[in-house]
């Protein structure tokens, strides 16, 4: 993902292969002034779909050929952040609980009140914007504990157990004021003054770090 990407218009991807209910969504779309855009079928829409493209997805839950949930299985293996909001008929909710367990943001049963499906995507879009950010913050992070020497990731690792620099030159073989001198760096590549802040960050992308950092404060 781009930093571009946070300045490109969010827009609703419609997936159903009922022409009438397409029709009828972007209508909506359009007439509160949302881009969208339409496709009959999962296949349609993964041919031109695009990681970087901010938005959601409003999917009906049943289609011939490849189906929603089928379609909602492959984007997760994908690893597509886009919300995804069902479109359900009164037989089919068991079918959209499942889809919540396996990441849908919700559904909504048919026939819906309009303003239902707008607070719908309001709330996804919203949500689709948080996880961009984190995102790129998760990326920035990463790029700045790239930048460390060996020997400052190593004060690291200490730094964010709590330690003080007194501890950190007993046990890695330092004088006081080198660990001083590295963990000012550390600080300053990291793009922060305070301790908290970044304990915070190696927490964000610990997940990516496997199990490097033990935190302890």
């Known amino acids: 993902m781009q930093q571009q990407d946070m300045k490109q218009e969010p827009t609703v991807f419609i997936i159903d292969d009922d022409e009438a209910v397409r029709d009828s969504l972007k209508m909506l779309m359009k007439s509160v002034g ?45 690893h597509c952040i886009l919300p995804i909001i069902f479109i359900t008929g009164h037989g089919d909710v068991p079918m959209a609980v499942q889809a919540i367990k396996d990441g849908a943001m919700n559904f909504i049963q048919k026939p819906f009140r309009d303003q239902e499906l707008l607070d719908l995507i309001n709330d996804a879009l919203k949500l689709d914007t948080q996880q961009r950010r984190e995102l790129l913050e998760h990326k920035e992070i990463l790029r700045r504990l790239s930048t460390l020497t060996d020997r400052e990731r190593e004060v690291l690792h200490h730094v964010v157990e709590g330690k003080a620099n007194k501890v950190i030159a007993a046990d890695i073989n330092l004088s006081q004021r080198t660990v001083e001198i590295h963990r000012s760096r550390v600080m300053e590549k990291m793009g922060t003054k305070s301790l908290a802040h970044l304990v915070r960050q190696v927490m964000q992308v610990k997940d990516h770090l496997e199990g490097e950092f033990n935190f302890k404060i």
């Open 34 to 78: 949302q881009a969208v855009e339409a496709f009959s079928s999962p296949a349609e829409f993964l041919e031109s779909y695009d990681e970087n493209r901010p938005g959601c997805i409003v999917l009906d839950i049943r289609m011939p050929g490849m189906s929603g949930l089928e379609l909602q299985n492959k984007l997760n293996e994908m």
